[in-house]
């Protein structure tokens, strides 16, 4: 009887412990986790493959839910006018931007090309770079994607 008792309030003291998951808690503690996390590589000057990486984002977006996945979109050499203010995809970049994606612009890129960040759409970030980015994320389990 003495098992049995000390087992149900083991079983008690257990369950009114705080339970966490990575649905409720986030990296930072506060925000929710993406459960899928996705990096794709554009380094091509080539607005059919923009609009094909803009569709499939829309895809996976409405497969998975937008809340259960992370999207960021890393343009590096030749891709980097994928983000130009004037790009022909500008407005679904835009739109995709809306939906939480990020956009990454290569800094070496923007350096040696002589891009200002006022000449990229607004809301895309800038990291030192570009392939540098893409391996940070890999290494924190993104799944990495070149289309």
Known sequence: MKIIALAVAALLACSALPTYSA???????????????LAIQINEDDVKKWNAVLANIRNIQAELGQKNVAIAVVAIGPGLGMLAAE??????VQDALATGVEFVACGNTMKALKIDK?????????????????????QQGWAYLRP
């Open 23 to 37: 649905e409720k808690v986030g990296a930072g503690g506060t925000a929710p986790a993406a459960r899928n996390r």
């Open 118 to 138: 006022a000449d990229l759409i607004e809301g895309v970030t800038i990291s030192v770079a570009g392939y540098v980015e893409l391996l940070k994320r890999q």
């Open 87 to 92: 790009s022909l995809v500008a407005n679904g």
